[in-house]
T-cell receptor, first 120, second 107 residues
Framework: QVQLQESGPGLVTPSETLTLTCTVS????????WNWLRQSPGKGLEWLGF???????KYNPSFSSRVTISMDTSKNQISLKMGSMTGADTAVYFC??????????????WSPGTLVTVSS | DIQMTQSPSSMSASVGDRVTITCRAS??????LAWYQQKPGKAPKLLIY???SSKSGVPSRFSGRGSGTQYTLTINNLQPEDFATYYC?????????FGQGTRLEVK
């Protein structure tokens, strides 16, 4: 049974860069897609982007200028970096695995979620 | 982006009822529709993907159907643990997008 757990700061100062790490246990990163999503009362659930186990990435155009997803296969971790944070980025952030390894059409396994607050 | 519109936004029902939630996409999503259940303070849980394929372990009272732009999630014989918020999500076109949610409450 795969388990995902995020780690990172719960508070970020405006204009700074958020870095979150998702540690995967119970399975390999291969051959899945690994996604980052977030949820806020105002915007609901938003998909930020994914990294395929091969290293290829795709981002939501709404965030692509300030989001980077990377992977460390030796640690079974996926990371999210989001720059130029503002109060509008206050949300619960999730990492999630695709339901299959051939397509990234739904999110099968999710991390518990971590609340990130952007405030000075 | 493809807009996903769920109806109703909220509803109340009783244990044992049958309930249906509708999701409409702004464009044809070719059956790439998923349904999730979320309880307060928890991550969403996948119930259905590809419109009608149930995730392993999901009770058979949950079923999905639809095509094109119109999709439904039906819960038969509602159980106490089913009271939650339900979301649809399209996986056909990037960026993947979600509906606004349907809150299912106890009548």
């Amino acid at each position: 049974q795969v388990q995902l757990q995020e780690s990172g700061p719960g508070l970020v100062t405006p204009s700074e860069t958020l870095t979150l790490t998702c540690t995967v246990s119970g399975d390999s990163l291969s051959p899945y897609y690994w996604n980052w999503l977030r949820q806020s009362p105002g915007k609901g659930l938003e998909w930020l982007g994914f990294m395929f186990y091969t290293g290829s990435t795709k981002y939501n155009p709404s965030f692509s200028s300030r989001v980077t997803i990377s992977m460390d296969t030796s640690k079974n971790q996926i990371s999210l970096k989001m720059g130029s944070m503002t109060g509008a980025d206050t949300a619960v952030y999730f990492c999630a695995r695709s339901v299959t390894g051939t397509t990234n059409v739904a999110f099968n396994s999710w991390s518990p979620g971590t609340l990130v607050t952007v405030s000075s | 982006d493809i807009q996903m519109t769920q109806s109703p936004s909220s509803m109340s029902a009783s244990v044992g009822d049958r309930v249906t939630i509708t999701c409409r996409a702004s464009h044809d999503i070719s059956g790439w529709l998923a349904w999730y259940q979320q309880k307060p303070g928890k991550a969403p849980k996948l119930l259905i993907y590809a419109a009608s394929s149930s995730k392993s372990g999901v009770p058979s009272r949950f079923s999905g159907r639809g095509s094109g732009t119109q999709y439904t999630l039906t819960i038969n014989n509602l159980q106490p643990e089913d009271f939650a918020t339900y979301y649809c999500q399209q996986g056909n076109t990037f960026p993947m997008t979600f509906g606004q949610g349907t809150r299912l409450e106890v009548k």
